[in-house]
Protein backbone atom coordinates (compact mmCIF):
# COMPACT_ATOMS: atom_id res chain seq x y z
CA UNK A 1 0.00 0.00 0.00
CA UNK A 2 1.33 3.17 -0.80
CA UNK A 3 0.44 4.92 2.06
CA UNK A 4 -1.71 8.20 2.69
CA UNK A 5 -1.00 10.34 -0.03
CA UNK A 6 -0.98 14.35 0.26
CA UNK A 7 -0.79 16.81 -2.36
CA UNK A 8 0.97 19.45 -3.20
CA UNK A 9 4.05 18.48 -0.39
CA UNK A 10 4.49 22.50 -0.96
CA UNK A 11 2.42 25.79 -1.58
CA UNK A 12 3.44 29.11 -1.44
CA UNK A 13 0.62 31.30 -2.37
CA UNK A 14 -0.02 35.09 -1.83
CA UNK A 15 -2.38 36.68 1.45
CA UNK A 16 -6.25 36.56 -0.32
CA UNK A 17 -5.62 33.21 -2.01
CA UNK A 18 -7.79 30.19 -2.02
CA UNK A 19 -5.37 26.98 -1.25
CA UNK A 20 -6.57 23.62 -1.86
CA UNK A 21 -5.10 20.92 0.08
CA UNK A 22 -5.90 17.04 -1.05
CA UNK A 23 -5.66 13.44 0.67
CA UNK A 24 -6.28 10.18 -0.34
CA UNK A 25 -6.50 7.64 2.34
CA UNK A 26 -4.97 4.35 2.44
CA UNK A 27 -7.48 1.90 1.01
CA UNK A 28 -10.40 0.11 3.21
CA UNK A 29 -9.87 3.05 5.94
CA UNK A 30 -13.27 4.55 6.85
CA UNK A 31 -11.81 7.50 9.16
CA UNK A 32 -10.00 10.68 7.86
CA UNK A 33 -8.01 13.52 9.78
CA UNK A 34 -7.21 16.48 8.80
CA UNK A 35 -4.02 18.07 11.32
CA UNK A 36 -2.58 21.23 11.23
CA UNK A 37 1.14 21.23 12.78
CA UNK A 38 2.82 25.49 14.13
CA UNK A 39 5.11 25.77 16.45
CA UNK A 40 2.91 27.91 18.47
CA UNK A 41 0.44 25.50 18.91
CA UNK A 42 2.09 21.97 18.16
CA UNK A 43 -0.65 19.07 16.59
CA UNK A 44 -4.45 20.07 16.54
CA UNK A 45 -7.10 18.25 15.01
CA UNK A 46 -8.78 20.47 12.43
CA UNK A 47 -11.48 17.95 11.19
CA UNK A 48 -12.19 13.98 11.34
CA UNK A 49 -14.68 12.30 8.83
CA UNK A 50 -16.32 8.55 9.24
CA UNK A 51 -17.64 6.82 6.54
CA UNK A 52 -17.15 10.57 4.19
CA UNK A 53 -19.56 12.25 6.73
CA UNK A 54 -17.46 15.10 9.55
CA UNK A 55 -18.09 13.71 12.97
CA UNK A 56 -16.48 16.36 14.73
CA UNK A 57 -15.10 19.53 12.66
CA UNK A 58 -14.77 21.90 16.16
CA UNK A 59 -11.00 22.23 15.38
CA UNK A 60 -11.74 24.11 12.18
CA UNK A 61 -10.35 27.42 12.99
CA UNK A 62 -12.99 29.98 11.17
CA UNK A 63 -14.92 30.04 7.90
CA UNK A 64 -12.35 30.27 5.87
CA UNK A 65 -11.34 27.10 6.12
CA UNK A 66 -13.76 24.19 5.11
CA UNK A 67 -13.13 20.30 4.29
CA UNK A 68 -14.99 17.61 1.93
CA UNK A 69 -14.81 14.28 1.52
CA UNK A 70 -16.93 13.40 -1.79
CA UNK A 71 -16.08 9.57 -1.71
CA UNK A 72 -14.19 7.15 0.51
CA UNK A 73 -10.93 7.84 -1.62
CA UNK A 74 -10.70 11.70 -1.68
CA UNK A 75 -10.57 14.83 0.57
CA UNK A 76 -9.75 17.97 0.52
CA UNK A 77 -8.90 21.00 2.80
CA UNK A 78 -9.87 24.77 1.70
CA UNK A 79 -8.98 27.78 2.94
CA UNK A 80 -10.06 31.13 1.68
CA UNK A 81 -9.11 33.50 1.82
CA UNK A 82 -5.45 32.48 2.95
CA UNK A 83 -3.89 34.78 5.56
CA UNK A 84 -0.06 34.36 6.79
CA UNK A 85 -1.23 32.65 10.19
CA UNK A 86 -2.27 29.65 7.90
CA UNK A 87 1.35 29.29 7.47
CA UNK A 88 1.77 25.41 8.50
CA UNK A 89 2.28 21.86 7.94
CA UNK A 90 -0.78 20.60 7.36
CA UNK A 91 -1.12 16.59 7.97
CA UNK A 92 -3.66 14.26 6.61
CA UNK A 93 -4.28 10.95 8.26
CA UNK A 94 -6.62 8.10 8.15
CA UNK A 95 -7.62 4.88 10.51
CA UNK A 96 -9.56 1.58 9.66
CA UNK A 97 -11.25 2.07 13.06
CA UNK A 98 -11.66 -1.50 13.27
CA UNK A 99 -11.18 -1.65 16.63
CA UNK A 100 -7.79 0.20 16.74
CA UNK A 101 -6.87 3.58 17.09
CA UNK A 102 -4.14 4.07 15.63
CA UNK A 103 -4.05 6.84 12.23
CA UNK A 104 -1.41 6.45 9.35
CA UNK A 105 -0.77 9.89 8.75
CA UNK A 106 0.73 11.36 5.33
CA UNK A 107 4.42 13.56 4.59
CA UNK A 108 1.97 16.55 5.04
CA UNK A 109 2.41 19.53 3.22
CA UNK A 110 3.94 22.58 3.86
CA UNK A 111 1.79 25.86 3.36
CA UNK A 112 3.54 29.29 3.23
CA UNK A 113 1.31 32.62 2.65
CA UNK A 114 2.99 35.67 2.11
CA UNK B 1 7.74 14.93 3.93
CA UNK B 2 7.24 18.00 6.00
CA UNK B 3 7.94 18.88 9.82
CA UNK B 4 8.04 21.98 11.69
CA UNK B 5 11.30 23.16 13.71
CA UNK B 6 9.27 22.99 17.14
CA UNK B 7 10.47 24.59 20.56
CA UNK B 8 10.73 21.48 22.39
CA UNK B 9 12.16 19.53 25.51
CA UNK B 10 15.14 17.61 24.13
CA UNK B 11 16.69 14.87 25.60
CA UNK B 12 20.22 14.21 24.82
CA UNK B 13 21.61 10.75 25.15
CA UNK B 14 24.58 8.48 24.03
CA UNK B 15 24.50 6.20 21.57
CA UNK B 16 23.87 2.31 23.24
CA UNK B 17 22.12 4.48 26.37
CA UNK B 18 18.70 4.04 27.18
CA UNK B 19 16.18 6.88 26.98
CA UNK B 20 13.13 7.69 28.59
CA UNK B 21 10.21 9.87 27.46
CA UNK B 22 8.14 11.28 29.66
CA UNK B 23 4.27 12.51 29.56
CA UNK B 24 2.04 13.88 31.44
CA UNK B 25 -1.87 14.14 30.18
CA UNK B 26 -4.88 15.40 31.58
CA UNK B 27 -8.02 13.44 31.46
CA UNK B 28 -8.37 10.42 34.07
CA UNK B 29 -11.02 9.57 31.53
CA UNK B 30 -8.67 8.60 28.64
CA UNK B 31 -8.88 4.89 28.07
CA UNK B 32 -6.15 4.93 25.20
CA UNK B 33 -2.52 6.15 24.61
CA UNK B 34 -0.32 6.35 21.69
CA UNK B 35 3.32 7.08 20.75
CA UNK B 36 3.98 8.66 17.77
CA UNK B 37 7.69 9.30 16.47
CA UNK B 38 8.16 12.29 14.10
CA UNK B 39 11.56 12.10 12.27
CA UNK B 40 12.31 15.27 10.03
CA UNK B 41 10.67 16.11 7.17
CA UNK B 42 8.02 13.28 7.43
CA UNK B 43 4.61 12.64 8.88
CA UNK B 44 4.55 11.01 12.66
CA UNK B 45 4.50 7.04 13.09
CA UNK B 46 3.07 4.95 15.29
CA UNK B 47 5.41 3.21 18.10
CA UNK B 48 3.19 1.48 20.02
CA UNK B 49 -0.29 1.80 22.11
CA UNK B 50 -1.39 1.14 25.69
CA UNK B 51 -4.91 0.89 27.11
CA UNK B 52 -5.88 1.99 30.26
CA UNK B 53 -6.45 -1.43 32.02
CA UNK B 54 -2.98 -2.09 31.49
CA UNK B 55 0.37 -0.23 33.29
CA UNK B 56 3.18 -1.60 30.99
CA UNK B 57 3.60 -2.88 27.66
CA UNK B 58 6.31 -4.02 25.42
CA UNK B 59 7.40 -3.72 21.91
CA UNK B 60 10.66 -4.02 19.91
CA UNK B 61 13.22 -2.03 21.96
CA UNK B 62 10.36 -0.08 23.06
CA UNK B 63 8.52 0.11 26.59
CA UNK B 64 5.36 1.64 27.07
CA UNK B 65 4.33 2.64 31.42
CA UNK B 66 1.27 4.00 32.41
CA UNK B 67 0.39 5.38 35.81
CA UNK B 68 -3.49 6.12 35.83
CA UNK B 69 -2.96 7.90 39.74
CA UNK B 70 -0.44 10.53 38.59
CA UNK B 71 -1.60 10.15 34.79
CA UNK B 72 1.68 9.99 33.98
CA UNK B 73 2.96 8.08 30.76
CA UNK B 74 6.66 7.28 29.89
CA UNK B 75 8.44 5.87 26.81
CA UNK B 76 11.53 3.65 27.22
CA UNK B 77 13.85 3.04 24.36
CA UNK B 78 16.39 0.90 24.65
CA UNK B 79 19.89 0.66 23.26
CA UNK B 80 19.17 3.95 21.51
CA UNK B 81 20.19 4.30 18.29
CA UNK B 82 20.68 7.46 15.76
CA UNK B 83 18.20 6.55 13.81
CA UNK B 84 15.82 6.71 16.90
CA UNK B 85 16.45 10.47 16.66
CA UNK B 86 12.91 12.36 16.46
CA UNK B 87 10.58 14.11 17.95
CA UNK B 88 8.10 11.81 20.03
CA UNK B 89 4.65 12.74 20.81
CA UNK B 90 2.26 10.90 23.37
CA UNK B 91 -1.40 10.82 22.10
CA UNK B 92 -4.52 10.64 24.66
CA UNK B 93 -7.74 8.85 22.97
CA UNK B 94 -11.14 11.07 23.68
CA UNK B 95 -14.65 11.65 22.82
CA UNK B 96 -15.56 8.03 22.10
CA UNK B 97 -13.94 7.69 19.06
CA UNK B 98 -10.74 8.00 17.91
CA UNK B 99 -9.89 11.42 18.28
CA UNK B 100 -6.33 12.10 19.75
CA UNK B 101 -4.88 14.62 21.59
CA UNK B 102 -1.23 15.17 20.93
CA UNK B 103 1.13 16.40 23.92
CA UNK B 104 3.69 19.24 23.09
CA UNK B 105 6.43 16.35 22.21
CA UNK B 106 9.99 16.07 23.33
CA UNK B 107 12.91 15.86 20.79
CA UNK B 108 15.01 13.40 21.19
CA UNK B 109 18.75 13.41 19.97
CA UNK B 110 21.20 10.66 20.10
CA UNK B 111 24.98 11.16 19.74
CA UNK B 112 27.62 8.89 19.04
Known amino acids: DAGVIQSPRHEVTEMGQEVTLRCKPISGHNSLFWYRQTMMRGLELLIY????????DSGMPEDRFSAKMPNASFSTLKIQPSEPRDSAVYFC????????????FGPGTRLTVT | GESVGLHLPTLSVQEGDNSIINCAYSNSASDYFIWYKQESGKGPQFIID?????DKRQGQRVTVLLNKTVKHLSLQIAATQPGDSAVYFC???????????FGAGTRLAVHP
Open chain 2, 50 to 54: IRSNM
Open chain 2, 91 to 101: AEVRGGYNKLI
Open chain 1, 93 to 104: ASSSGLGSYEQY
Open chain 1, 49 to 56: FNNNVPID
